[in-house]
C-alpha cells in the first residue's frame, strides 16, 4: 500500500512521541484534562472507546486542543467506528489488535492507524495494511527484550510504541529497546485525578523522555 501523508500526526509524533491514553475520561472533564497534558508538552492524546461517550470526549478535545496536537480513538474494532471517528475530523487510530479491515477503513479516512499487535505476522500484516506504527502491545508481560527481537525483523524505519506496563520508571527499558515512543494509560491517567496531578504526572514523563533522547538529538 502506498504510505499516507498523516502531516499533523508526524508533526505530533516528532515533537513527543508519548500517546496519552485517557481510558475512562468523561467529556465533561476532558478539556481540563488535555489542557494539562499540553501544557506539560504531550502532543497525542487518544481516547479509547471504551469510555463514557468517547465520541463527544473526542469531539471536545478536537474543538479545544491546539493545532500541534493530534487527537484519535483508542480501542477502535469495527469499520463503523472507524469511519465515524473519520467523519468527526480525528487524526489518529489505536487498535489493540490488527484488523486488516479496519486498518483498510482508516487509511480511507485519513487516519494515522497504529494497531495492536504481538507476533511478526501481526506486525506484517498491519503494515501491509497501512499502518503509520505499530503499538506493541501487552508489552509489559513480554518485556523490553521481546520489543528488540521483533525490531531485527522489521523494516528499519518502523515506529514501535510499547503499551501495557510502561511507566516513568520503566521508560528508559523501553527506550534502551529501541522504543520510538511508548502508549502510557493508568501511569498518566485515572478517572477522578486532578488536572494538576496529570500534568505533574505528565510533566515527568515528558521530562524523562526528553533526557533520553537528548543524546541522539545533538548526534550529527
Known amino acids: 500500500m502506498v504510505r499516507i501523508a498523516h502531516p499533523r500526526f508526524e508533526a505530533a509524533f516528532a515533537a513527543m512521541p508519548l500517546v496519552a491514553i485517557l481510558r475512562g475520561v468523561k467529556?465533561?472533564?476532558?478539556?481540563a484534562v488535555g489542557e494539562a497534558l499540553v501544557d506539560a508538552g504531550i502532543t497525542l492524546i487518544e481516547v479509547p472507546l471504551n469510555s463514557p461517550q468517547p465520541?463527544?470526549?473526542?469531539?471536545?478535545?478536537?474543538?479545544?486542543m491546539p493545532e500541534t496536537v493530534a487527537v484519535g480513538a483508542g480501542t477502535v474494532l469495527t469499520v463503523e467506528d472507524t469511519r465515524r471517528l473519520g467523519a468527526l475530523g480525528g487524526h489518529i487510530l489505536v487498535a489493540p489488535n490488527t484488523d486488516p479491515a479496519v486498518l483498510d477503513a482508516a487509511a480511507e479516512a485519513g487516519l494515522a492507524a497504529l494497531p495492536g499487535c504481538l507476533t511478526p505476522s501481526e506486525a506484517f500484516t498491519a503494515l501491509r495494511h497501512?499502518?503509520?506504527?505499530?503499538?506493541?502491545?501487552?508489552?509489559?508481560?513480554?518485556?523490553?527484550?521481546?520489543?528488540?527481537?521483533?525490531?531485527?525483523?522489521?523494516p528499519p524505519?518502523?515506529?514501535i510504541l510499547p503499551v501495557g506496563g510502561v511507566d516513568l520508571g520503566t521508560l528508559a527499558d523501553w527506550h534502551a529497546a529501541t522504543a520510538d515512543g511508548a502508549g502510557i494509560g493508568s501511569a498518566l491517567y485515572a478517572p477522578g485525578l486532578a488536572?494538576?496531578?496529570?500534568?505533574?504526572?505528565a510533566q515527568a514523563l515528558v521530562a524523562e523522555w526528553r533526557r533520553l533522547t537528548a543524546p541522539e538529538r545533538a548526534a550529527p
Not at 27 to 31: I, K
Not at 132 to 154: C, S
Open 195 to 201: 488536572p494538576d496531578t496529570i500534568n505533574a504526572r
Open 55 to 64: 465520541f463527544d470526549s473526542i469531539a471536545r478535545l478536537l474543538d479545544a
Open 130 to 154: 497501512g499502518a503509520r506504527g505499530l503499538k506493541v502491545f501487552p508489552a509489559g508481560r513480554m518485556g523490553p527484550g521481546y520489543l528488540k527481537d521483533l525490531r531485527a525483523v522489521l
Open 157 to 159: 524505519s518502523t515506529p
Open 27 to 31: 467529556p465533561d472533564e476532558v478539556v
